[in-house]
């Protein structure tokens, strides 16, 4: 991090921590958007961002800023367990709202927008909450970095429409200033590793199902259970292809037997290691690739 100067112990990294000059201001900036929107509704998916936003808005709103998780198919069960396990020791009490995306085929087919669908249905569940409560604002926990030119996120698309804000990156954040605050701020998570929904691991054109989503879900929890912490499992028909950290790349291929025999329990024929190593967004590759690789037909079906 940037910000910082951390040593091997995370308790010695929280004592030792300060804020810079220029942390410490967009701190107080953020304080201070905060309490200008008086109540917010905040989509909190238990990621570090979603949750500095819940711990500083609970700070300074108290009871007037209102967690909102939502609970899909497509986001893993144990994910959700942990979101809550965070608020929990944060003393924050979090909404659970159930979502749809598979119900939308505009979602299901998976072409590239395909998470400006799903952030609509999620922000149409925090609408619904805001309007029941009678609050104006709902924020996620975007950061500046977000949304950078050559980042594929239509899901931001999705949060302009409907007026979300995002503090963090009215704030000017970028990621490793929220790694540095939540650590300041003694935010449980603070150094979890990046996470995305498993609708992710599909190629765009292949269609997305409750039963696929499941196998996913199966295969990154046994990878979590060995103790990898960075990675993706991707979805290739009967091809399961492995992504982790390089430096983790050898210690997966020891345990191949094992991981082998799991994944073809889970329903894959051929599991396969990613020599590149993890890369976020990597599915977006083809776009750039190969740009007319999703056939029009399921274009049009997604209305673009």
Same mark, same amino acid.
């Given at each position: 991090?940037?910000?910082?100067?951390?040593?091997?112990?995370?308790? #010695?990294?929280?004592?030792?921590?300060?804020?810079?000059?220029?942390? =410490?201001?967009?701190?107080?900036?953020?304080?201070?958007?905060?309490?200008?929107?008086?109540?917010?509704?905040?989509?909190?998916?238990?990621?570090?961002?979603?949750?500095?936003?819940?711990?500083? =808005? %609970?700070?300074?709103?108290?009871?007037?800023?209102?967690?909102?998780?939502?609970?899909?198919? =497509?986001?893993?069960? *144990?994910?959700?367990? #942990?979101?809550?396990?965070?608020?929990?020791?944060?003393?924050?009490?979090?909404?659970?709202?159930?979502? %749809?995306?598979?119900?939308?085929?505009?979602?299901?087919?998976?072409?590239?927008?395909?998470?400006?669908?799903?952030?609509?249905?999620?922000?149409?569940? &925090?609408?619904?909450?805001?309007?029941?409560?009678?609050?104006?604002?709902?924020?996620?926990?975007?950061?500046?970095?977000?949304?950078?030119?050559?980042? %594929?996120?239509? *899901?931001?698309?999705?949060?302009?429409?409907?007026?979300?804000?995002?503090?963090?990156?009215?704030?000017?954040?970028?990621?490793?200033?929220?790694? #540095?605050? #939540?650590?300041?701020?003694?935010?449980?998570?603070?150094?979890?590793?990046?996470?995305?929904?498993?609708?992710?691991?599909?190629?765009? *054109?292949?269609?997305?199902?409750?039963?696929?989503?499941?196998?996913?879900?199966?295969?990154?929890?046994?990878?979590?259970?060995?103790?990898?912490?960075?990675?993706?499992?991707?979805?290739?028909?009967?091809?399961?292809?492995?992504?982790?950290?390089?430096?983790?790349?050898?210690?997966?291929?020891?345990?191949?037997?094992?991981?082998?025999?799991?994944?073809?329990?889970?329903?894959?024929?051929?599991?396969?290691?990613?020599?590149? *190593?993890?890369?976020?967004?990597?599915?977006?590759?083809?776009?750039?690739?190969?740009?007319?690789?999703?056939?029009?037909? &399921?274009?049009?079906?997604?209305?673009?």
């Amino acid at each position: 991090m940037g910000n910082t100067m951390l040593t091997a112990e995370p308790e #010695a990294e929280r004592a030792a921590i300060a804020l810079t000059p220029e942390l =410490a201001t967009k701190y107080e900036r953020l304080r201070e958007i905060l309490r200008e929107m008086g109540q917010v509704v905040l989509g909190y998916s238990g990621g570090v961002d979603s949750t500095l936003v819940m711990k500083v =808005a %609970h700070d300074e709103l108290g009871e007037g800023a209102v967690a909102v998780t939502g609970d899909s198919e =497509a986001f893993p069960q *144990g994910e959700v367990d #942990a979101a809550l396990d965070v608020a929990a020791k944060m003393g924050v009490t979090v909404t659970r709202v159930r979502t %749809h995306e598979l119900a939308n085929p505009k979602f299901a087919v998976n072409t590239p927008n395909r998470c400006y669908h799903c952030k609509t249905e999620l922000f149409t569940e &925090l609408q619904q909450v805001a309007q029941e409560r009678g609050i104006r604002w709902i924020v996620d926990g975007s950061h500046a970095e977000d949304g950078k030119p050559g980042d %594929h996120r239509p *899901g931001l698309k999705a949060a302009e429409e409907r007026g979300v804000r995002s503090p963090l990156r009215e704030a000017g954040f970028t990621k490793a200033d929220v790694r #540095a605050l #939540a650590l300041f701020l003694d935010v449980p998570n603070w150094d979890k590793p990046s996470f995305a929904c498993l609708s992710s691991r599909f190629p765009y *054109g292949t269609s997305i199902s409750a039963d696929l989503l499941a196998r996913l879900d199966g295969c990154e929890r046994y990878l979590r259970e060995l103790g990898f912490r960075q990675f993706r499992v991707r979805h290739h028909d009967t091809v399961a292809r492995i992504e982790v950290e390089p430096q983790d790349i050898v210690r997966l291929v020891e345990l191949r037997e094992p991981i082998n025999a799991r994944f073809k329990e889970l329903g894959y024929t051929y599991i396969t290691l990613d020599l590149e *190593g993890y890369r976020s967004g990597k599915m977006n590759d083809t776009l750039k690739a190969r740009p007319n690789l999703i056939p029009i037909s &399921l274009l049009e079906m997604a209305g673009r």
